[in-house]
Every structure is written in C-alpha cells, then in structure tokens.
C-alpha cells in the first residue's frame, strides 16, 4: 500500500512539472510554486517508498561541487552583515532561497520519473505556445478577458521558462525515438518567442541551437572548454563590459537596434561597472540591486554616474554579482561554474551537448536580460535541470544496451 502510495506521489510530482509551461502562461510568476509543489510530492514519495534520503539529497552537498555552492550562499548570507539595506537583503533572500530549494528536489529527485511524462509534457508546451501566439495576435484579447495585466511582455517571463526547458525535453523526445514530437515543440516555441516582445528569447534560443551545434561534433573537452570560456570571460569581463560596448559599439548598430534600447543597457553596465571599481572586494552586499543608488558605494562615483543605478538591477547577472558580492562572491560563482563543466565530462555526447546547450542558453540570457536572484527563473532552471538529468540517466541506459 505505501509503495502504491508513494508511486502516486512521484507520479503526480512528474505531471506538475510537465504542466509548468502551461501554469507560467496562464501566470507568469507561478514557477516557483509549481516547482516547489512537485519537489514536496516528490520528497513525500521518496520518504515513503523508503528511498535513501541522505544519499539522494545530501550527499551531493559534499562533493566538491556542492561546497562550492554552499561556500557561495554562505558568502551571499555573511553579506547581509554589511549591507547598508538589510530589509531590502532579507527580502530578496527570502524569495530566492525557497525557490532554489524546491529546484533543487526536484533537480534531485524528479529525474527518473518524468519519462512518463515527456509526451505530455511537450504537448502541453505546445499548447502554452499556441496560447501565447494566439493571445498576441487578438490584441491580448484573452488577457483582457481574464481579468490580467494587458501587456505583451507580461509573456517574456513564460517564454524565457519553455526556453530552459525546451532543449533537455527536445533532446530526452529524440533519445526516445518521438524526433518528430521534439521537432513540433521546438518549433511552436520558436514561433512563440518570434511573435513575442521577448528578444531574450529568441537570443537565447538561437545561442544554445548554435552552442549544440557546434560541440555536438568536438571531442568533449573541446566542447566544454568553448562555452566554458564564454561564460567565464562575460564573468570576468562583465565589470568593464559598460566601457567595452562604449569603446566600440557603433553608433549605427545602436540605431539598428533602438528597440532594445542598447544605449540605456551601456550606461547601465557602465554605472554598475564603476561601482564595482569603487568597492571591488566583498561588494555592497546580498540583493542591494534593487535600490543601489542608496547604498554608500553610490555616493563615491561620478554624479552623472548614479542616474542609471535606481533601474533595479544591471540587467547582467555575472556584473550583478560583482557589484552586489565583490571580488569573493565572482571567484567561488566562476567555482562552481567550473567545477559544473568538468562535471560534463562523463557524460555522453548527446546529454552533454544537450547540457552545454542549456548552459549557453541560460548564461546569454543571464547577461542581458533579468536580475541575478528572481525566484521565477531560478524555479525554472530546477525544472530543465531535471529534465537534463533525466536525459542523462536514458543516455546512460541506452549506451548500456548497445
């Protein structure tokens, strides 16, 4: 009876995160419940059946990689000693934690349960796809009539989530033989995210088509070593990538892409940059982004310089952790970025091109786009995270076969 029980638990865990497209489209901040929802049915299922617990969840924590992590969160806590806005830090802590906590069970523990979910789990992907195109193209009709926000970037968040999800699922369906299922679901998002106001999206989309394509056919190191020194140098760079992009920009690929506001994300990357300069070793503290202008760094750099510090947040997560963490929190972030890719190097070459893929995706979209700690698409890179995992473990089996 408890292994029927807990067979249902799990079960039910794997359809909550297939239906995670479909809840982002209907509410675009949902993620972290519905991932922290399906890692609690998940833990009740593995409690129940027995499974060990410590092995499952605590024993990575130990590994080198683990430490790494830990040591980054410790680093982001001790932060909170000299933030000049601990209310501001507390908060922002109190969103993000949750919700890498719920990604990180069902990154754990969702893995071999969702095989029987990832037909459904693209249909219903295609389905918040086909809700998204169909809402943009009646004027948000549809919006309007449910009572949300009518706006179009209110789907850029849903959108930013399928495309974490989409390459690990993609993938796991080809694995599987269902090439045609992955192709459709690829394609619907690709459409969603061209018809969209997100060009996040499509940017990162098309980073990790283009980062799959080239590493599916290097040998792994080669592979690993390519995207791994992309996302290190936008970390180590990201503290002058605002006098970079001044320094060379042009002044006709600003205006070719006025639509994105390009002048604006330079006098940003440039605002924060400087406050980096300013106090470059422990930073201004955990989740001071959201109001910087009045953190005491602020007041030691150039007036005209302040302006662009009251936007929220850089729009680069790598300059956001170098502006709010310093020196320290940079080095142990570029750790465990590190230690992750070597991770990689076990792996098999369609789950690790798959992986590295995800990487990309994320990481371009990472440092352009949204601030470092939102619990949204912390929640959603749990899912994929799973997902990747997932394929990973049928890699596994179906190398075992041959």
Sequence with gaps: MAGERAETLDRLGAIVIAALPACMALANRSSPVVVGFAGLLLLAGAAMAGRPLRALLVAPLATPLGLAALAFLAWCGLSLVWSPLPGLSLRTLSEFLPALAGAYLVARLAPPHLGAVAGPAAWILIAACGYVVADLASGLMIREALGQRVAAFAFNRPLLVMMLLVFPLTAFLAASGR?????????CLAVAAWRSVSGATVLGLAAGAVTFGLVRGLPARAGIGLVGAALLGALVLAP??????????????????????????????????????????????????????????????????????AVGHP????????????????????????????????????????????????????????????????????????????????????????
């Excluded at 090439?179 to 394609?187: D, E, F, P, Q, V």
């Design 240 to 309: 002058v990538e605002g006098d970079l992009l001044a320094r060379t920009m042009p002044e006709s690929l600003h205006q070719r892409l006025a639509g994105s506001s390009t002048r604006a994300r330079v006098a940003i990357a440039r605002s924060f940059g400087a406050a980096v300069a300013a106090d470059p070793w422990r930073g201004a503290g955990y989740g001071t982004s959201g109001r910087f202008q009045e953190t005491p760094v602020a007041e030691r750099i150039e007036p005209e310089m302040r302006f662009m510090l």
């Design 179 to 187: 090439r045609r299922l992955a192709a459709l679901a690829g394609l």
């Design 315 to 402: 729009h680069n997560s790598f300059l956001q952790v170098w502006a709010e963490l310093g020196l320290a929190g940079a080095t142990l972030a570029s750790l465990v970025l590190v230690l992750t890719l070597r991770g990689l190097s076990a792996w098999t070459a369609a789950a690790r091109s798959t992986a590295l893929a995800l990487l990309a995706t994320a990481g371009i979209v990472a440092f352009v786009e949204h601030g470092a700690w939102q619990a949204w698409w912390t929640a959603g890179l749990g899912a994929a995270i799973a997902w990747l995992r997932a394929l990973h473990y049928q890699s596994d089996d179906l190398t075992d076969e041959r």
